[in-house]
Antibody, heavy 121, light 110 residues
């Protein structure tokens, strides 16, 4: 079964840091780009970041550029999001998602259940 | 990275057809055939319904179809069913090698 399981969310003060993880199973992990997408309470989806299958290319939304770092360990079938200098507006449910396209950026065909990040003093 | 523009809400009766639009620019929707549509029920993770403008993943009913003209993509749901009531989001690859979502559309089945 193809599955993504996020972990690492929690409550953190503004200016703090958090590292999210996403464990993948059921597919050849390094064949696909991976994304982080977030959803603030009661709001829509916001794309956060993506990383290519080999980890050599990374891209970020302007709202997190310079503060968040996406990475992956293909030997562990794992995706990560290091979040620094957190702001209250980063409060959201964070999803990891698999891209359906092997050598392009298409749609996200597999999603985890999400992990909640709350930034509050 | 401005969000794609979707109507906030649409509605239809069971059996009817509805269309949700998604308007971007030549730097995203109009420039690439990498438009996707997602369905999200309350408290659930999004589900891919359409990818690469008009392709349906395995298991998605053929009542769901996608198209694109210029800078606007569209999702059409025919033969509306009660279980189609959900939020729908479009997304597109962009010229900056990023992804942008639409603001979302709430579909109500009357």
């Amino acid at each position: 079964e193809v599955q993504l399981v996020e972990s690492g969310g929690g409550v953190v003060q503004p200016g703090g840091s958090l590292r999210l993880s996403c464990a993948a199973s059921g597919f050849t992990f390094d064949d696909y780009a991976m994304h982080w997408v977030r959803q603030a309470p009661g709001k829509g989806l916001e794309w956060v970041s993506l990383i290519s299958g080999d980890g050599g290319s990374t891209y970020y939304a302007d709202s997190v550029k310079g503060r968040f770092t996406i990475s992956r360990d293909n030997s562990k079938n794992s995706l990560y999001l290091q979040m620094n200098s957190l702001r209250t507006e980063d409060t959201a449910l964070y999803y990891c998602a698999k891209d359906e396209c092997g050598d392009c950026i298409g749609g996200m065909d597999v999603w985890g259940q999400g992990t909640t990040v709350t930034v509050s003093s | 990275q401005s969000a794609l523009t979707q109507p906030a809400s649409v509605s239809g009766s069971p059996g009817q057809s509805i269309t949700i639009s998604c308007t971007g620019t030549s730097s995203d929707v109009g420039g690439y055939n990498y438009v996707s549509w997602y369905q999200q029920h309350p408290g659930k993770a999004p589900k891919l319904m359409i990818y690469e403008v008009s392709n349906r993943p395995s298991g998605v009913p053929d009542r769901f179809s996608g198209s694109k003209s210029g800078n606007t993509a569209s999702l059409t749901i025919s033969g509306l069913q009660a279980e189609d009531e959900a939020d729908y989001y479009c997304s597109s690859y962009t010229s900056s090698s990023t992804v942008v979502f639409g603001g979302g559309t709430k579909l109500t089945v009357l």
